[in-house]
């Protein structure tokens, strides 16, 4: 019969404001998610129903990229130069390098070249949390008159990098503990179980996911946290090992090159705590880029491994759809959260800081005098000497830094 009112008896859901359909159909382009994946996230995600062909007309609308439109050549050249500028060692290969690329929202066509990998079985995502500190950028490995800068991280065994915060001591088990809770809180659940290597910075934590588990999961059996050798904690080591290869050597190299472009003077006051609290944020920030770049990336299928090709954003948002058994405990009672950190015998703040108060403040402020210019890994040096010789002079003035 004839169709008057043209509507199709199919209610396709409420179509999102323009800005949050596109920032998650962004997010999805640099996932690398096939077309029909991104479909079924957006019913998942927005309760939005639609087809391939009406995802690809949002695409063009919103000139969302993907491998199919790449862009000119001479644009691709310009933007794999600016990442090798700062690539000093030369490890990243073509397959790293399109990527890395993937993350700024331009995407290339993908390298087909197929690559045997080992097999991985997983018990369900969210059963076991991998956790470890990195030290290759700490004080004794930079040996810069005591400046370092330590890293603590936790993954999920089936691939996503779950944390990854740059810490004065990644062995302070305050420190670790208030890391562990932070995550919990952005989640809204907790794993049944902590693997770690043998070290000390982890009773904190261990006491408090115990705490966790016993009052929002009494029910589970298997034990709460195992301690491993570090290299049978083999998720979280293999992700430092990228870590290195991509981002973490090549950093190091351009840090050390403040022990002779004269700009940083070994036991100055104002030089240590200026190291402190600029490449604490450089590092977090180049960080946080990696991390996030990895969790779109695309796991290949293995062969015997259960579920399909995983990218980790999708893992996290979609456990099931790879066949792994959703294991995440949830947190229905936030206060919770915030009496174990009173618990804590420091508070967040004062365990995580890089400086004092009073030099954080001083730096904030020259920081805004200069403009505010963007801290990267090219730039940190520069900036560094800018804000240096405005902070000695506020010494020098007997306003004081501890």
């Known amino acids: 019969m ?49 087809s391939v062909a009406t995802l690809k007309k949002h695409l063009k609308a919103f000139d969302i990229p993907s491998a199919r439109k790449p862009i000119p050549h001479a644009d691709a050249v ?30 290339i066509p993908r390298d087909t070249k197929k690559i045997k990998r080992g097999k991985l079985d997983s018990p369900g995502f969210m059963a076991q949390l991998h956790v470890d500190g990195h030290e290759k950028l700490s004080a004794l ?45 952005k989640l809204g659940h907790f794993p049944r179980q902590i693997t ?6 982890t009773g904190l934590l261990r006491s408090v996911h115990v705490a966790l588990r016993e009052t929002f999961a009494p029910e589970l059996r298997e034990i709460p946290f195992q301690q491993l050798p570090s290299t049978r904690n083999i998720p979280i080591e293999n992700m430092w090992s990228r870590w290195l290869k991509a981002d973490g050597d090549n950093l190091k190299t351009i840090i050390l090159q403040g022990r002779g472009n004269g700009l940083f003077l070994h036991g100055h006051p104002v030089h240590t705590n200026l190291f402190q609290w600029l490449w604490s944020k450089v590092v977090q920030k180049v960080m946080d880029e990696f991390r996030e770049g990895w969790n779109r990336h695309r796991i290949r299928k293995q062969k015997g491994k259960l579920g ?23 947190v229905t009672d936030m206060s919770v959260i915030q009496a174990l950190r009173a618990c804590l015998p420091q508070s967040r703040h004062d365990a995580l800081r890089f400086v004092d108060d009073e030099f954080d403040v ?33 010494y020098d003035d007997h306003v004081g830094f501890e």
């Open 141 to 185: 490995a930079l040996a810069m008159g005591g400046v370092g800068l330590e890293i603590y991280g936790m993954r999920e065994t089936n691939g996503p990098f779950m944390q990854a915060v740059v810490v004065p001591n990644a062995r302070y088990n305050v420190a670790v503990a208030h890391l562990y809770l932070d995550l919990v809180e």
């Open 362 to 394: 001083a730096a904030w402020e020259v920081y805004s005098e200069i403009g505010e210019p963007p801290l990267t890994v090219l730039s940190g040096w520069e900036v560094f000497g800018r804000m240096a010789a405005r902070l000695e002079r506020m």
């Open 78 to 107: 310009a933007h794999v130069q600016e990442f090798v500028a700062t690539d000093v060692h030369r490890r990243n290969g073509p397959v790293e390098i399109r990527h890395r690329i993937a993350q700024t929202g331009i995407i």
């Open 2 to 50: 004839p169709n008057p009112t043209g509507k199709n008896q199919y209610y396709n859901g409420k179509r999102p404001p323009d800005e949050e359909l596109e920032k998650a159909l962004r997010g999805y382009s640099k996932e690398l998610l096939p077309q029909p994946r991104q479909v079924e996230r957006l019913a998942e995600d927005l309760k939005y129903h639609i």
């Open 196 to 201: 770690a290597d043998g070290g000390s910075e």
């Open 308 to 330: 399909h090709r995983m990218h980790s954003n999708d893992v996290i948002a979609t456990p099931t759809k790879y066949g792994l058994e959703d294991h995440r405990v949830g």
